[in-house]
């Protein structure tokens, strides 16, 4: 009986025996099972992230690409704007060049043809040519007498235009702004006042009535701002500019 109890227990403790290792690595295999799924799950989202990046990169590239054929095409358009800006440029200063030697050639025509000697100039103001003396004809305001310096230099210009019967003078009077204090005279008679004094002068020194003509602009073409009396001084003139009659030297680049 005794015998049969003993070999009981030893069945029994062999078959824990052998069960407690089975137990162990069924577990274990389980914890592997587990572990190997979170790695699975963790590439899987790595390589999700990896595939997102991948398509941002391949974005920004394909936006590179794109922006950089963008800023080549506009280089590519500035450079042609600045070419043609040179071109226009170049173009100008030729025009403008041009145009100088234009006037310097039809300046020097008038002084030939008048024999204007270096008391009398001939100088494009406001493109229109004058003819310019050594002694400009100036006035004191609201003045239309005639100075020393204003009656000798009508004197030059007389000697030159009695031997060149072909020249023909507009006489153009100006004034200053200032505006008369009451009465009907104003600006507009005071201009021609003045020029009228220097035509009458010159007449009597000799020059034909027919080479001269009278004009008044009042105070409608001032050479300088009436700002200032210096300026005022400038406005308060008399200037002499070739005629039309005098014929087609004057048709020169019309």
């Known amino acids: 009986m005794r015998m ?10 062999m078959v824990a025996v052998l069960a407690f290792p089975s137990c162990v690595s069924k577990k274990k295999f389980n914890q592997l099972m587990d572990e190997k799924t979170a790695m699975a799950n963790s590439l899987a989202e790595s390589q999700k992230q990896i595939n997102n990046l991948e398509g941002q990169v391949s974005t920004l590239q394909s936006d590179m690409a794109s922006q950089k054929t963008k800023f080549e095409s506009d280089i590519n358009g ?7 800006a040179k071109m ?13 030697a234009e006037l310097a050639r039809i300046k020097k025509e008038v002084k030939d043809a ?7 100039a001939v100088t494009n103001q406001n493109g229109e040519m004058v003819v310019t003396l050594a002694d400009p004809v100036n006035y004191s305001s609201g003045s239309s007498k005639l100075n020393r310096k204003s009656r000798k230099s009508i004197e030059s210009l007389a000697a030159t235009m009695k031997n060149n019967p072909s020249m023909h003078l507009l006489v153009e009077g100006h004034a200053d702004s200032d505006k008369f204090p ?6 507009w008679d005071l201009s021609v006042d003045r020029a009228m004094n220097v035509v009458k002068r010159l ?16 105070d409608s073409a001032p050479l300088a ?9 400038k406005n308060r ?8 009659k005098t014929g087609p030297l004057y048709q020169i680049g019309q």
Do not use: C
């Open 78 to 84: 500035l450079r042609k704007d600045v070419d043609a």
């Open 88 to 100: 226009d440029a170049d173009k100008a200063r030729k025009a403008a060049a041009d145009k100088d």
């Open 237 to 244: 003139r008399t200037e002499a500019k070739p005629s039309p």
């Open 4 to 13: 049969n109890l003993t070999l009981r227990l030893l069945t029994i403790l």
């Open 114 to 120: 008048f024999g204007l000697g270096s008391d009398v």
């Open 182 to 187: 009451s009465g009907g005279y104003n600006n």
């Open 203 to 218: 007449i009597k020194l000799g020059v034909k009535p027919e080479q001269l003509t009278v004009a008044g602009r009042g």
């Open 225 to 233: 701002p009436n700002t200032n009396r210096e300026n005022k001084s």
